[in-house]
């Protein structure tokens, strides 16, 4: 059991994440909230907790699946987050590019991934999973096994349905809900 109060830091999420106007999310949908991760991805203590259960939630999958062999992040919200958890657990971890560079090594993977490694891909805000998908699809196609999402938030707004659809195990360490959005 985490000596993590999930609901404090639920509400620090919120304290320091909930902005309210017009919004236009990644996914084009329109929103009188945004969530920005930016601004909980950017604090130490906030990361620190957030690492460990993220780890927690690692456990059961290796529970469940078997080994984790490494942990994916997109750039660039999940950068903090995939290092936060890979300090925690002791997992090496790779970035994902949202596109392939056109200099130097012209990856859109960074780091070391051997093929058949088993994957788990850490997510900061979710709505319909996009982003996610397209993370798990270039680690698909460079040949790793994708265990699953973790989510830092998920805005109940279609991504455990897009993930499900998609044959990807989806969990999230947080719902809007959580954080008292409404």
Do not use: W
Not at 97 to 105: L, M
Not at 161 to 167: I, L, N
């Amino acid at each position: 059991m985490s000596q993590i109060d999930r609901e404090v830091l639920a509400g620090r999420l919120a304290a320091a994440s909930l902005l309210r106007g017009e919004f236009t999310l990644r996914s084009g949908r329109k929103s009188s909230y945004y969530l920005d991760k930016y601004r909980f991805s950017t604090l130490p203590d906030v990361l620190r907790d957030l690492g460990a259960l993220f780890a927690e939630e690692i456990e059961k999958i290796e529970a469940e699946l078997g080994p984790v062999h490494r942990l994916a992040g997109a750039e660039l919200g999940g950068i903090p987050l995939v290092t936060a958890a890979a300090l925690e657990t002791g997992k090496p971890c790779v970035f994902i590019r949202n596109a392939k560079k056109d200099y130097g090594t012209a990856q859109q993977l960074e780091g070391l991934l051997e093929e058949g490694e088993r994957v788990v891909v850490l997510e900061d805000v979710a709505t319909t999973g996009g982003q996610a998908l397209e993370a798990v699809g270039v680690l698909r196609e460079a040949g790793a096994e994708v265990l699953g999402v973790i989510a830092t938030i998920d805005r109940e707004e279609g991504a455990a349905e897009s993930m499900q659809k998609a044959g990807v195990r989806f969990v999230s360490l947080f719902t809007k809900s959580d954080l008292g959005v409404q």
